[in-house]
């Protein structure tokens, strides 16, 4: 893998509001300069404080246009536990966007593959993603993209990993509900955003978050691929940053060549 500097903000807050409001922050700058940004949008529990914090922001975001990273395969838009819900609820309802703007992978399309192409192809047509939002799973996971995804991978189905499911198990009466497989931005797509925004929270993630910023870029640990992006932003609770060497309050910028 050939070698290049990336930079990288770290900051490190005291809880998940914190984390929140310093996201939100970084995202309602750019909404002021750029009124009809292309905003990425992930769900799951972590970027819920970010949606409430910007939503006090009371800004005019009818022009901003979403793209959600993943949903699951079999999972009809109006289902409880489908990433479109959840997006039109949390993201879509909350910050006041436009519905005809914002999409979200069809998890019920009868050619899922062929939905995933389109849908990699709309990014494409709407000019990129200006601030892509992402968590973080145990395994390393960005978006639905498993250990062993490849770096320059593009929007797909894919199968999830056991780890997953049962981690997503909470949200489903019980794991046997949880779906097997997605369809995801690949890491590939996710790499082509202008800037990456992640949050962390929690001292569960704690080893997955330093082995992601500064162990070798590999498909092992898809999150790695952070450092191969010319502007990421961390934001990650005092828990969540606990192996970083980065303490509470502090804000770091890092300029590194990622290990192969």
Do not use: W
């Not at 070698?3 to 970084?26: C, L």
């Not at 940004?37 to 901003?64: C, K, N």
């Not at 979403?66 to 039109?88: I, K, N, T, W």
């Not at 961390?234 to 192969?260: I, M």
């Amino acid at each position: 893998m050939r070698e290049r500097p990336f930079a990288m903000e770290i900051f490190v807050v005291p809880d998940a509001s914190g984390t929140g409001a310093v996201a939100a922050g970084i995202l309602a700058a750019v909404i002021r300069s750029k009124p009809d940004a292309v905003l990425g949008v992930a769900t799951g529990s972590s970027p819920l404080p970010v949606y409430a914090a910007l939503a006090e922001h009371q800004l005019d975001m009818s022009r901003v246009q979403a793209f959600a990273l993943d949903e699951y395969v079999g999972l009809a838009a109006g289902h409880p536990q489908s990433y479109a819900e959840v997006v039109r609820s949390e993201v879509t309802e909350r910050l006041g966007l436009d519905p005809a703007l914002v999409s979200v992978p069809d998890g019920v399309a009868e050619d899922p593959h062929h939905a995933a192409a389109l849908y990699d192809a709309a990014i494409r047509a709407a000019g990129g993603v200006d601030v892509q939002i992402l968590g973080i799973g145990h395994n390393g996971h960005i978006a639905f993209n498993e250990p062993g995804s490849g770096l320059d991978s593009r929007t797909r189905v894919e199968f999830l990993a056991g780890r997953t499911r049962q981690a997503n198990a909470r949200y489903f009466r019980s794991i046997d509900d949880v779906p097997t497989q997605c369809i995801t931005q690949g890491l590939g797509t996710i790499r082509e955003a202008r800037h990456l925004l992640m949050v962390v929270n929690g001292a569960d993630k704690a080893e997955i978050l330093a082995a992601a910023l500064h162990g070798p870029v590999s498909p092992e640990c898809p999150a790695s691929v952070l450092q191969l992006h010319p502007h990421v932003t961390v934001v990650a609770d005092e828990a969540a940053a606990g192996l970083l060497g980065v303490k509470l309050g502090q804000v770091a910028v890092r300029v590194a060549t990622p290990s192969a």
